[in-house]
């Protein structure tokens, strides 16, 4: 059973579009971040967030971490085949950052 | 993935073959972490370590073992690799202070036949 849940776990787009990815726990975290992998590479961090309630902005992607700290969304704007890749959030407690399984998204030109 | 270099990069085993997976990281960070990514599971803690010489087991320790004998590197050992191992093992540092914030290596590529 996966910590933390993530909808939905394949997603196909036109460009231009815009999609949303939800991560969802019954679990409280510190912060909790979010990622994107490409083939063959490790994931790299997109951003952090730590405060309920907090949202950010990176150019075309909004990040919103609920007030309870428990989930978190990412909003593509006017998605582009460059943000194809895997997406994962990842929350953390202490040490210790437990992932979710992922959301595979394709931009179609 | 600069800064945290994994080798090799590939590899095949049989069953009951040894092998270990090195990882070194430049940026001169505490912690240390390897992960395992299976599809449709998302990536596993398998050990980590807070400072040189110290280790702790994370989510999915049986069948490996590590060691972290200077602060630069930290080595994943399967004494007897098994086919459930196959995978693709990912070494991270934590780089954030105080966020658990991760950078990860390009990963090595396990097949155990």
């Known amino acids: 059973t996966q910590l933390l849940e993530q909808s939905p776990q394949f997603l196909s787009i036109q460009e231009g579009e815009n999609l949303t990815v939800y991560c969802n726990s019954s679990s409280v975290f510190s912060s909790l971040q979010w990622y994107r992998q490409e083939p063959g590479e490790g994931p790299v961090l997109l951003v952090t967030v730590v405060t309920g309630g907090e949202v950010k902005k990176l150019k075309r992607l909004t990040f919103q971490f609920g007030d309870a700290r428990k989930d978190s969304s990412l909003h593509i704007t006017a998605a582009q085949p460059g943000d194809t890749g895997l997406y994962l959030c990842?929350?953390?407690?202490?040490?210790?950052?437990?992932f979710g399984a992922g959301t595979t998204v394709t931009v179609r030109a | 993935n600069a800064g945290v270099t994994q080798t090799p990069k590939f590899q095949v085993l049989k069953t009951g073959q040894s092998m270990t997976l090195q990882c070194a990281q430049d940026?001169?960070?505490?912690?240390m972490y390897w992960y395992r990514q299976d599809p449709g599971m998302g990536l596993r803690l398998i050990y980590y370590?807070?400072?040189?010489?110290?280790?702790d087991k994370g989510e999915v320790p049986n069948g490996y073992n590590v060691s972290r004998l200077n602060k630069r590197e930290f080595s994943l050992r399967l004494e007897s690799a098994a086919p459930s191992q196959t995978s693709v093992y990912f070494c991270a540092i934590e780089t954030g202070a105080g966020a658990n914030v991760l950078t990860f290596g390009a990963g090595s590529r396990l097949t155990v036949l």
């Open positions: 940026m001169n960070h505490n912690s």
């Open positions: 990842a929350g953390g407690n202490d040490y210790k950052l437990s």
């Open positions: 370590s807070a400072s040189e010489g110290t280790t």
